[in-house]
Each structure stands twice: as structure tokens, then as C-alpha cells.
Nanobody, 117 residues
Framework: QVQLVESGGGLVQPGGSLRLSCAAS????????MRWYRQAPGKQRERVAT???????IYVDSVKGRFTISRDDTKNTVYLQMSSLGPEDTAVYFC???????????WGQGTQVTVSS
């Protein structure tokens, strides 16, 4: 089963940017849809961005125009570039891999993003 390790979280001021990375332990190019979720304190986990095997991205409305998901299959890595961050983006961000043929899903351990002045 694939293992996912997120990195890149931290403390950023409102209006700032961060890039999250998710490194997979095996090749993801043909078999996995990759997604980023986030969970704020006291709230349900929310899917914020999805990228399929052909690279087409999908975003939740609240991050459209501010977040960009991308994948580098040569590095088995998925990225989430976040800009114009606001306090409402404060959450633990999780990487998720959905296997296209088995429908198994895998999660990373999460990385904390805090937007505060």
C-alpha cells in the first residue's frame, strides 16, 4: 500500500503563501487520483483539491483562484500551492490517494497550516 508524507506546513501571515508537498512511496502516475483535504478545529474534514491521472484539477469554491494542485509523477509527489491565505484556511492539511482500480484510499499524517498575524 502506498504511504504518503506531507510537508511544508507552518505559520504564515494573512495574505501569505505556502506550498505543501505530499511524497508517495510508490509510483502514482497511472493508478491514483490525488487529493488534498483539510480539517479545522471542530469542523469536518473537507476536500479542497483533486487532481486526476491526466492532471485535471478540481477545487472547492472557497479556494478557487487561490490554491493550485499539481503533480510531478517523476517524483511521485503532489503539491498544493496556496496563496492569499486567510485565517479561515487554518487547518491540518491531509494528502489522500485514491486507487482507481481497487478504490482503496490512503492518507498521510497531515501537516498543520496556521494563518495568523
Amino acid at each position: 500500500q502506498v504511504q504518503l508524507v506531507e510537508s511544508g506546513g507552518g505559520l504564515v501571515q494573512p495574505g501569505g503563501s505556502l506550498r505543501l508537498s505530499c511524497a508517495a512511496s510508490e509510483m502514482i502516475s497511472s493508478n491514483y487520483v490525488m487529493r488534498w483535504y483539510r480539517q479545522a478545529p471542530g469542523k469536518q474534514r473537507e476536500r479542497v483539491a483533486t487532481i486526476g491521472t491526466l492532471g485535471r484539477p478540481i477545487y472547492v469554491d472557497s479556494v478557487k483562484g487561490r490554491f493550485t494542485i499539481s503533480r510531478d509523477d517523476t517524483k511521485n509527489t503532489v503539491y498544493l500551492q496556496m496563496s492569499s491565505l486567510g485565517p479561515e484556511d487554518t487547518a491540518v492539511y491531509f494528502c489522500n490517494a485514491l486507487h482507481l482500480f481497487t478504490s482503496n484510499t490512503y492518507w498521510g499524517q497531515g501537516t498543520q497550516v496556521t494563518v495568523s498575524s
